[in-house]
């Protein structure tokens, strides 16, 4: 099995910052992509930021310049560090990833359970 903990969300004013972790376990022998959805309420889940195990990234265009998006490839780890918060940020922000591991011998996506991010004016 694989799991995806998040970690890092809450409420901040508008101008504010937070930090975003995910880090996923289990039977894990190569992680791909990772990155960082986010869905507000009435709206579809949209691509934040992606990051290749290499280190490339690509971002949402509302968000280049304010999100920063890393990892940590032997902790199995993603980070997400959000500055300059607007209230149109305000969303459940879900990790993903996609993953090899040693019981379906193929690559996966796996998502996490999803942590708040709730940007006041």
């Known amino acids: 099995q694989v799991q995806l903990v998040e970690s890092g969300g809450g409420l901040v004013q508008a101008g504010g910052s937070l930090r975003l972790s995910c880090a996923a376990s289990?039977?894990?022998?190569?992680?791909?992509?990772m990155g960082w959805y986010r869905q507000a309420p009435g709206k579809e889940r949209e691509l934040v930021a992606r990051?290749?195990?290499?280190?490339?990234?690509n971002y949402l265009e509302s968000v280049k310049g304010r999100f920063t998006i890393s990892r940590d490839n032997a902790k199995n780890t993603v980070y997400l560090q959000m500055n300059s918060l607007k209230p149109e940020d305000t969303a459940v922000y879900y990790c993903?990833?996609?993953?090899?591991?040693?019981?379906?011998?193929?690559?996966?996506?796996?998502w996490g359970q999803g942590t708040q991010v709730t940007v006041s004016s």
């Open positions: 993903n990833a996609d993953i090899y591991t040693s019981f379906t011998r193929d690559y996966r996506d796996y």
């Open positions: 289990g039977s894990i022998i190569s992680l791909n992509y």
């Open positions: 990051i290749s195990r290499g280190g490339s990234t």
